[in-house]
């Protein structure tokens, strides 16, 4: 049975992350210090959007044009950004929206899964596997930043 | 592609069915038996959702720590806390 707590690694020599891992790190975290760079004056709001941004893209872009739920990210990151070039709009972007609750449980899937729209069921239920890994190794990277960034740690 | 979606058998199905429900944290697989796929699906929905709140909040929260940390000793120790076992 997966854990999915902490330390999935039962060997102590091996890095937390595997090396796949490692470049969403690097990844991301060259992000966050782009970010940091270059809006040193916006509002937090803001901020925490492109951060939402970065971790999306860092996902997409380590994932590759192999699955459909990363390919469909960076479309929609890549086509957000010319809209915003364009229209200044501050929604963020390759974020999915959140989505009603009448629809069946395969659909209301289909619209949390980018991509996932118009996905036969059996693609559908893969590609929900493998967004639902990255989508969780995101959030363990995030927390570790959180964590290692802070004065006093969590 | 519709030939080989009629050559998906209910097994195959039932495979990945499992494999989401292995995804899934500890707490969100009751009720989630075989039996019930709509209740998988439903839990697998609440399970992304909830994954992409936290995203946010993480993000809200790295947006406010930016503000006051010095990004080159955070981003070491970051660094140096990837490699950690």
Redesign the interface.
């Known amino acids: ?4 707590t902490r ?1 999935p ?1 039962p ?7 595997g090396p796949s891992k ?1 470049m969403v ?1 690097f990844r991301f ?1 060259r992000a ?2 782009l ?2 760079r270059t809006a040193p004056n916006s509002s ?2 803001a ?3 492109r ?2 941004r970065a ?2 893209a860092s996902m997409a872009y380590s994932a590759g044009p192999r699955r459909a739920w990363s390919r469909a990210l960076l479309w929609r990151l890549h086509f957000h950004r010319a809209r915003r070039l364009c229209a200044g709009r501050s929604r963020a972007a390759g ?2 929206r ?1 989505p009603s609750t009448t629809r ?3 659909d ?2 289909r619209r ?2 980018p991509g996932g729209t118009g996905m ?3 693609s559908l ?2 590609e ?2 493998d ?3 990255c ?2 190794e ?2 363990k990277l ?10 006093r740690g969590r | 592609m519709s030939s080989r979606r009629s050559r998906i058998s209910e097994e195959e199905i039932a495979e990945l069915l499992s494999k989401l429900q292995s995804l899934l944290p500890e707490a969100r697989r009751r009720g989630t038996s075989r039996a019930s796929s709509a209740k998988l699906l439903k839990e697998t929905c609440n399970y992304i959702k909830s994954l992409h709140r936290e995203v946010d909040d993480l993000s809200d929260r790295l947006s406010e720590m930016m503000a006051t940390m010095d990004m080159d000793s955070a981003q070491a120790e970051i660094i140096r806390s990837l490699f950690r076992p």
């Open positions: 049975m997966k854990s999915s330390n690694n060997n102590p020599d091996t890095p937390r992350f490692l790190a975290l966050l210090t970010v940091h937090n709001a901020r925490s959007r951060i939402q971790a999306f974020v999915p959140r069946s449980p395969a209301e899937l949390l899964v036969d069921y059996c239920l893969e929900t596997a967004y639902i890994r989508l969780s995101q959030v995030m927390q570790s930043v959180v964590d290692s960034g802070g004065p």
